[in-house]
């Protein structure tokens, strides 16, 4: 399995933005690549993912119109823009890969997204 880094957490004020990172230490063979976060105390959620052959993209509705999935195939990237961010956006973000029945069975360490509102 491909090694995946999340990068490009920080902090940010309410209302503004982050492009966060997934790379891939070689080339993504898996059926899609989702985004999850967890917030202190919470369990993890899912964001949104998208679909490695095709493109698509699917995303969770407290995200969508906000967030927006993208991908460089050639660099084995995938980003997650995050735009108006509210402070319950805070939480830890993580990439995961999944295989065709939609298991995520290979996860990123995690980068840590603070909104101070």
């Known amino acids: 399995q491909v090694q995946l880094v999340e990068s490009g957490g920080g902090l940010v004020q309410a209302g503004g933005s982050l492009r966060l990172s997934c790379a891939a230490s070689?080339?993504?063979?898996?059926?899609?690549l989702g985004w999850f976060r967890q917030a202190p105390g919470k369990e993890r959620e899912f964001v949104g993912h998208?679909?490695?052959?095709?493109?698509?993209?699917y995303y969770a509705y407290f995200v969508k119109g906000r967030f927006t999935i993208s991908r460089v195939n050639a660099k084995n990237t995938v980003f997650l823009q995050m735009n108006s961010l509210k402070a319950e956006d805070t939480a830890v973000y993580y990439c995961a890969t999944a295989d065709i029945l939609g298991r995520y069975n290979n996860w990123g360490q995690g980068t840590q997204v603070t909104v101070s509102s």
């Open positions: 998208i679909n490695w052959r095709d493109g698509r993209t």
């Open positions: 070689g080339r993504i063979s898996s059926y899609q």
